[in-house]
């Protein structure tokens, strides 16, 4: 039993920073490698706050979000203005450098790690952060601002001509995904009472960004879903001892040459988006038929 | 018709000496004219001629190089691209972006942003003024869709919407910014002829109903005579001609540019 909760509780820390990257690289377009880093300023922000100066748990979790996003905003203002895959680089750059700026700081633990912290996160913490994290999600998503992120994530020109600030907007996306992924890190520091930096390396940004893409680009639901069953794979697949991870690649492998579109494919599990994805089958059987029979009319047109 | 033609009037757009220089290539070199209040205005000229620079000169999509652009009288030159929009100049493109992948509905509704003042915390908590704002911004949306005729349509995503409708839904997204300057890139470009008149009627009627000014560029030369009561020629990025319809299309120059010269090759 606790064993499932331990792994119910993994999938419920992850899926806040995969939300946070969602919402970044699923709704904006920005794809990063890097927030690993901002977990990793969390999970140490929030140990110092708990284990060395025994101040509320509360606060060290509201610290990782707010320093996490604070550094953001920096890292933005140098990054933001830099095009698709400069872009990318820059945060794998960054993710990489928080790892070593923690590996040599001896008040943290440096490279060996810091353990024994306080035992702080729950279950049932976990589970109600992940219900408001969804909703505040899913809020943002259908608000003007979630549109406009979705506008600079279809056409960046476009969206400069309708009047989007095209840079605040990546920026307010790049924020509260760091913010998340801090909330993420402060949770699995006081859960796992021991940190260090290499759990916070590019493989584990990497595996946040693969669950997003996994999941389906620009579909809340599809994150959760995605991180529900990459998180506990590795677990199913524990039966395979040391072949576990070859497994876990050649599932992720197949689905992404099934599906590249990820599992739901921009769409969400909610009455109108089921509605949506009926008709827009309707509509693409239709546009068959229809191309049918032009496809064939164009053949006798071309006889003469 | 009664038409204000002071000279005193201050036209919605003046280009003064604008000039683009890319490297060592001059692709517009100091070309000043005028768009009237109200009016509709066409900028034509060969392949090549710089028009489309123009447009993302006065959009502030490129930097000028030298000279001014002025809306309402002052300057918008070196604006953010977002500002101008904001300020009420909006523009469609050459080559359709749309947001390919989201429903006619969601293409409107996405540009109405600039009628809601709500903030993020208001929108990550709903708080009243969310919703009132949002319905409010989805009446809008729908009654856009209405006016332009693409209601039933709202649900399709923009990508398989029919070529012209396309045209026509970033038209509709450029109205719901309120613009007052609207700048069409070749609207017309891959049009039948049917198209092509509905096209030109489409645009006289919101120019009157959203009370518009408008500039746009365009090869269908029926479409330009049809509709632009002052037209600029541009050749190799300078100016060629400037003025009525049917002076412009008699003016040997303009006919030189187009068709070549008759003697002496």
Request: with cysteine.
């Amino acid at each position: 039993m606790e064993y499932i909760q331990g792994i119910v509780i993994l999938i419920g820390i992850n899926l806040i920073a995969v939300l946070g990257l969602s919402i970044l690289t699923g709704f904006t377009g920005l794809f990063s490698f890097g927030h690993g880093g901002f977990m990793a300023i969390g999970a140490y922000i929030s140990a110092v706050i708990t284990a060395r100066l025994h101040l509320r748990f509360a606060l060290a979790i509201v610290a990782g979000a707010v320093l996490a996003g604070v550094i953001s905003v920096f890292i933005g203002r140098l990054t933001l203005n830099l095009k698709g895959d400069y872009f990318c680089i820059a945060t794998m750059g960054f993710g990489e450098a928080v790892r070593i700026i923690f590996n040599n700081i001896p008040y943290v633990g440096g490279a060996r790690g810091w353990e024994s912290l306080p035992k702080l996160t729950n279950i049932w913490m976990v589970l109600v952060i992940d219900v408001v994290f969804v909703v505040i999600t899913w809020n943002l998503i259908n608000s003007r601002f979630g549109r406009n992120m979705v506008a600079v994530r279809e056409e960046e020109l476009a969206a400069q001509m309708a009047g989007i600030n095209v840079y605040r907007h990546k920026m307010i996306a790049l924020v509260l995904s760091a913010a998340f992924a801090g909330i993420a890190g402060a949770l699995m520091a006081q859960y796992i009472q021991f940190i260090r930096p290499t759990m916070f390396n590019m493989a584990k940004s990497t595996d946040l960004t693969i669950i997003v893409i996994f999941g389906g680009l620009g579909s809340i639901s599809g994150s959760i879903v995605g991180t529900i069953i990459l998180v506990a794979l590795p677990e199913v697949f524990r039966t395979f001892s040391q072949w576990r991870l070859v497994f876990y690649g050649l599932a992720v492998i197949l689905i992404m040459v099934g599906r590249p579109q990820g599992l739901m494919g921009g769409l969400e599990l909610t009455p109108s988006g089921i509605r949506r994805a009926l008709a827009a089958r309707k509509a693409k059987l239709e546009f068959a038929a229809a191309t049918a029979g032009t496809a064939s009319a164009g053949e006798s047109g071309a006889v003469k | 018709m009664k038409v204000n033609t002071v000279s005193t009037e201050v036209p919605v757009l003046e280009l003064r000496g604008l000039t683009k220089c890319f490297g060592g290539l001059t692709a517009v070199n100091e070309v000043s004219f005028k768009v009237r209040e109200g009016g509709i205005s066409g900028l034509i000229g060969p392949n090549g001629a710089g028009k489309t620079t123009i447009f993302n000169l006065i959009t502030g999509v490129y930097k000028v190089s030298a000279g001014a652009v002025l809306y309402h009288g002052s300057p918008i030159t070196g604006l953010e691209p977002y500002k101008i929009a904001d300020l009420g100049v909006t523009r469609t493109f050459q080559n359709i972006r749309l947001f390919k992948n989201l429903s006619t509905r969601d293409n409107v509704l996405t540009a109405c942003h600039m009628s809601a003042n709500y903030g993020i915390t208001e929108a990550l908590l709903r708080l009243p003024r969310f919703r009132r704002e949002e319905k409010a911004l989805a009446q809008k949306a729908d009654g856009l869709l209405e006016v332009l005729s693409l209601s039933d349509r709202a649900d399709v995503t923009a990508n398989n919407l029919p070529y012209g409708l396309q045209r026509r839904l970033e038209i509709t997204r450029a109205l719901a910014l309120d613009p007052k300057l609207l700048l069409l890139d070749e609207p017309a470009a891959g049009m039948n002829p049917d198209e092509t008149e509905q096209l030109m009627r489409l645009i006289g009627e919101i120019r009157k109903r959203f009370s518009l000014s408008v500039l746009v560029i365009e090869h269908h030369m029926d479409l330009i005579m049809g509709v632009c009561e002052h037209i600029h020629v541009l050749n190799f990025g300078c100016t060629l001609a400037d003025g009525a319809p049917d002076a412009v299309a008699n003016d040997p120059k303009v006919v030189e540019a187009y068709l070549g010269v008759e003697d002496g090759r």
